[in-house]
């Protein structure tokens, strides 16, 4: 699998200007769900710290999300005739959250990148599912507990590009919460930053 081409993938939705899109290769289908492209979004990202579970163990935020393209993205694999046994799902940020919920719906595998916490529940599962995490973007701690409610990810299994920065300085790394670090914690979230770091993981 490479980790490159599906965050290119992920990537030309924002470009296009698209919440999500499908294609189809020699290797199979390969649906994309965007996510934060503007300080706008990543400002909307953290409100999903008010955490709120549906009857699923899922957080709302981003099952509502999600419902609001199933019907859409469905037909979209549908008419490109996107087997299950031959299709990803990607997603970066919000995206990968969106990604995750599908791929456990229709038992697909998924790639997330710096998705947020999904689940509410540990019973919840993806089994198939791939975090990716930068070293510095917050987005993959959130929501935050609250009121008793401790989110979760929906899988333990996470590849992280390879850190450059030495443990003893990383303890006196700018606190990304703080307003004074909040601009390099946004570059950090972009998904421009995951892709220069997996193309020298991959490399």
Request: glycine letters at 6%.
């Given at each position: 699998m490479?980790?490159t081409?599906l ?5 030309s939705?924002?470009?296009n200007?698209?919440?999500y899109?499908?294609s189809?290769?020699s290797?199979?289908?390969t ?5 934060s492209?503007?300080?706008y979004?990543?400002?909307a990202?953290?409100?999903s710290t008010q955490v ?5 163990g899922l957080?709302s ?5 999600h419902d609001?393209l199933r019907?859409?993205y469905?037909a979209s ?9 031959e ?18 719906e229709m038992k ?7 998705s947020?916490?999904?689940a509410?529940s540990?019973?919840v599962i993806?089994?198939a599912?791939?975090?990716?995490n930068c070293?510095?973007d ?7 507990p609250?009121?008793g409610k401790?989110?979760?990810h929906?899988?333990?299994l996470?590849?992280v590009?390879?850190l450059?920065?030495?443990?003893h300085q990383r303890?006196r790394m700018?606190?990304p919460w703080?307003?004074s ?8 979230h972009?998904l421009e930053y995951y892709?220069n ?7």
């Amino acid at each position: 699998m490479n980790l490159t081409r599906l965050a290119l993938f992920v990537l030309s939705c924002r470009q296009n200007g698209v919440p999500y899109q499908v294609s189809r290769d020699s290797q199979g289908c390969t649906l994309a769900f965007r996510g934060s492209s503007s300080l706008y979004d990543f400002v909307a990202d953290l409100k999903s710290t008010q955490v709120q579970c549906n009857k699923d163990g899922l957080v709302s935020a981003f099952t509502e999300a999600h419902d609001r393209l199933r019907t859409q993205y469905r037909a979209s694999l549908h008419s490109m005739k996107c087997l299950a046994n031959e299709t990803v799902i990607t997603g970066h940020s919000i995206g990968g959250a969106i990604g995750s919920i599908a791929g456990i719906e229709m038992k697909l595998p998924v790639v997330a990148f710096a998705s947020p916490k999904v689940a509410c529940s540990r019973h919840v599962i993806c089994p198939a599912l791939i975090r990716g995490n930068c070293e510095g973007d917050p987005i993959p701690s959130l929501p935050r507990p609250r009121n008793g409610k401790i989110p979760r990810h929906l899988s333990s299994l996470v590849f992280v590009p390879p850190l450059k920065t030495p443990f003893h300085q990383r303890l006196r790394m700018p606190d990304p919460w703080k307003y004074s670090d909040v601009f390099s914690a946004i570059n950090k979230h972009y998904l421009e930053y995951y892709i220069n770091h997996i193309k020298q993981m991959e490399t």
